[in-house]
């Protein structure tokens, strides 16, 4: 797209100047995709958890269009398609932050952010009609600075329901996801995880949003996805957003992150001195912001060594998710 004039790059250049990442003035007025787009489109992508890769993919349109939305600047309510944006997420946070459950804070207006809402409204004696209109969203901003700071009600309720979960494998339902060049990988993790007693779902659709919601339908108790890039070394990610992280995501991403490289260390100690070292980072990509459970994306790398170390990862993965479920609110060392 380099130096094309396509109106939609007039478009782009507004977006990312309202998100806080404008672009060189000679750009804009040229209407070109230049080096200056490129490098505001990376700087918004880092900084919203995205793939990092210069380009307009929809998962970057998407999150262009909801960075656009401000609380008060439309009524919220329970609609379909659900409403999807930052000022949905402003609204989550603040209600948790409360004491009001309004669920995951991942921006996504849903049953639990209308109920919170309702309650809300009734304990500031508003009219209980969950819409998020200027008198609720006036009551939220007086209210929230007696909280500045305060985990999300969600944070804290997903780590208690993590306490109380089963701790093996035994009837867990469990979702695996394949993007691309890993379905070895994922069947014989998938052959471990039920030969210890798990309900095992594969999947292999391409489309994040589609295995995000055949996990949800599956009532997965876990998500872990797989997929091969081409880079120097693996990734584990975990959903995470401003002010709140999923407790359990965040835990088994660092169970899956060593897993990796006890793994790798294993195939590659006979051939290399190599060091081996998974990072492990909170995100917001699609696939673990709309999964309604902990979710971990693995990115393996690099291609090469992964496919002949197939079985250790899988061993080694399955392990981590079964140490994972013996004490899912452990500490990360």
Do not use: K
């Amino acid at each position: 797209m380099t130096g094309s004039n396509d109106p939609t790059i007039h478009d782009l250049h507004h977006r990312l100047a309202d998100v806080g990442h404008p672009v060189d003035h000679h750009e804009v007025v040229a209407g070109s995709f230049g080096p200056d787009t490129t490098r505001a489109l990376l700087a918004f992508q880092a900084e919203r958890g995205l793939d990092e890769h210069g380009t307009v993919d929809d998962a970057t349109h998407a999150a262009l269009v909801e960075a656009g939305h401000r609380l008060g600047d439309r009524h919220l309510y329970l609609h379909t398609p659900m409403f999807r944006g930052d000022d949905v997420a402003d609204l989550q946070l603040r209600l948790g932050s409360l004491g009001f459950d309004a669920g995951r804070i991942d921006g996504i207006l849903g049953p639990d952010t209308t109920s919170a809402v309702s309650e809300f409204q009734r304990n500031i004696g508003l009219a209980a009609d969950g819409i998020a209109g200027p008198l609720t969203v006036d009551g939220l901003r007086r209210l929230l600075g007696r909280t500045a700071g305060r985990q999300p009600v969600a944070q804290v309720r997903e780590l208690d329901r993590l306490r109380r979960s089963r701790p093996d494998l035994v009837d867990q339902r469990i979702a695996i996801g394949e993007f691309g060049g890993t379905a070895a990988l994922a069947g014989a993790l998938t052959r471990l995880l039920r030969a210890r007693g798990a309900h095992v779902l594969e999947l292999d659709q391409p489309d994040a949003s589609l295995q995000a919601e055949t996990a949800n339908e599956f009532d997965a108790g876990i998500y872990l996805g797989l997929r091969l890039e081409n880079h120097s070394q693996c990734r584990t990610d975990y959903f995470s957003t401003v002010g709140f992280h999923s407790e359990g995501g965040f835990r088994l991403a660092h169970r899956c992150a060593d897993a990796l490289d006890r793994a790798l260390r294993i195939h590659l100690e006979a051939a290399t001195d190599e060091i081996v070292s998974t990072t492990c980072t909170g995100r917001r990509l699609p696939i673990l912001r709309q999964t309604r459970m902990p979710a971990v994306l693995c990115t393996l790398a690099p291609a090469s060594t992964i496919v002949l170390a197939t079985a250790e990862i899988a061993d080694c993965l399955a392990s981590a998710v079964t140490d994972w479920l013996a004490d899912p609110t452990a500490s990360p060392i």
